[in-house]
């Protein structure tokens, strides 16, 4: 689903995509296969529609996708989409946006309770509450807003060029750990046209987390030993990003993040903040 759905909208894949899509909707990595289907309908050579339905199989990032008597099969991740794109061979100023559905029917755990109702954090040896299916929407946008040469040398399909970009995304189910997830950037597209495969970007990402699970967070640092402060519910990260091409397919993507209200959701269990 990494290569149809919520596209990054723009070329750091390393850090322009959405967590959301891979947190909440359960989305594997792009290194691993699952098993699914994709159907995609173009209205005219830049409108499309798409849906598909891709297996959601528990530790699959740590499978191959191969061992068919192994792999438990937990559920089904539905996708649509529907969205417009157009590129430097058809618009001076090219564009794309999407609109994208999700809906995971796998069971997930709940961000606060146990099975009998108490502090997931606080008990962390106890069974975790299951909670069945979640869903979520996605907006992502991007916009050539600028070239250098105006529009001038319409056969060049890597103009010197600035793209606007932007993606949002809300998750309605409380349960899950993501509520909105948002953020906007610019791109610096073949400032050398000797060179006109690289890009330079900056962006600004924002992210609010479900309360309960700011709350497990909380109960989870104190019984390892920390102060159980309030973790902030929003976090942002300002960047700056790159994308240099080295040669025969291969680029380098160096990015640098300055980080506000990090939380610990890799490392719930740990005293340090």
């Keep these: 689903p990494n290569r149809y759905y919520a596209l990054p909208p723009c070329q750091s894949s390393v850090s322009c995509f959405q967590d959301i899509l891979q947190i909440n909707a359960g989305v594997t990595s792009p290194l691993y296969s699952v098993w699914g289907g994709n ?35 937990n559920g089904a991740l539905v ?20 609109l994208t559905g999700f809906y995971n029917t796998a069971d997930h755990e709940d961000n606060f309770r146990t099975v009998t109702g ?69 791109t610096l597209q ?25 709350q497990f967070l909380s109960d989870a640092n104190v019984i390892s030993g920390g102060t159980g402060a309030p973790y902030s519910r929003d976090k942002f990260v300002f960047e700056a990003n790159a994308h240099l091409a080295v040669g025969k397919g291969i680029f380098f993507e160096p990015v640098v993040q300055y980080l506000v209200n990090g ?3 890799w490392n719930p269990y740990t005293a340090n903040r």
Excluded: H, M
């Design 79 to 98: 996708l649509a989409e529907v969205g417009r794109a157009t590129t430097f061979a058809t618009d001076l100023y090219p564009g794309r946006v999407a």
């Design 118 to 186: 108490t502090s997931k954090g606080l008990n962390p040896g106890a069974p975790v509450l299951q909670k069945s299916g979640t869903s979520g929407v996605i907006l992502t946008a991007s916009q050539v807003v600028w070239r250098a040469d105006g529009g001038a040398d319409a056969a060049n399909p890597n103009p010197t060029s600035i793209q606007a970009y932007t993606s949002l995304a809300y998750a309605p189910d409380p349960t899950i750990p993501i509520r909105w997830n948002a953020f906007g950037g610019l």
């Design 190 to 214: 073949a400032p050398d046209q000797g060179r006109p495969l690289d890009r330079y970007g900056v962006k600004v990402n924002w992210q609010r987390i479900a309360p309960d699970y700011a």
């Design 39 to 73: 159907v995609a309908y173009k209205l005219s050579p830049s409108d499309y529609i798409q849906a598909g339905a891709f297996s959601v199989t528990s530790g699959a990032n740590f499978l191959s996708g191969y061992d068919w008597s192994y792999e438990p099969l």
């Design 263 to 265: 939380n610990s959701y």
